[in-house]
């Protein structure tokens, strides 16, 4: 399997048995807490963020309720958060150090936007500017560094709101 934004996009909503999740994960560990589970591929710059149908996935598409589906996908631009760097290609050709000014000329406005001010209490650090677009039933958010440059690229299922 190869670290390509529209080969690992296919793969959302997933479980993690199924032969192609199988062929991706190899021989790693999937650390799961609770109803969620996280995988990192740092050499790649990718991470996957595993959930139970629950939160993301209709139960439609649920062959086991407890089992992990994949609901979300990080690229990590080099040396974000101890990754070596995504170097694959992204949706509207953008691109890790792009400016907002520069995406949104590119990709158009965005959904919904926000972040870039103030500090964060928990993570006692400040709050990135974020735009957040839809992607082919899906979420893409992009996440800016203090300098205004692309820093994280999530793709992910946003979550289903039960009635």
Do not use: C
């Not at 992990?68 to 070596?84: A, D, M, P, T």
């Not at 290609?89 to 907002?100: L, N, V």
């Amino acid at each position: 399997m190869e670290f390509d934004f529209n080969a690992l996009s296919r793969l959302l909503k997933k479980n993690v048995d199924d032969r192609e999740m199988l062929q991706l994960i190899g021989n790693r560990r999937i650390d799961r807490e609770g109803s969620r589970g996280d995988l990192e591929f740092k050499e790649h710059g990718v991470a996957l963020v595993f959930s139970e149908f629950d939160a993301t996935i209709p139960p439609s598409e649920v062959d086991n309720p407890k089992g992990l589906y994949l609901s979300g996908i990080h690229f990590h631009r080099l040396n974000h958060e101890g990754y070596q760097g995504y170097i694959g290609s992204f949706p509207w050709d953008i691109g890790f150090g792009d400016s907002e000014p520069q995406i949104v000329e590119r990709a158009g406005k965005a959904a919904k936007e926000g972040g870039g001010g103030g500090r964060s209490p928990i993570l006692k650090r400040p709050i990135p500017r974020w735009l957040r677009y839809d992607f082919s039933g899906n979420a893409l958010l992009l996440r800016f560094d203090l300098d205004g440059k692309l820093e994280l690229v999530t793709l992910f299922v946003p979550q289903i709101r039960r009635t």
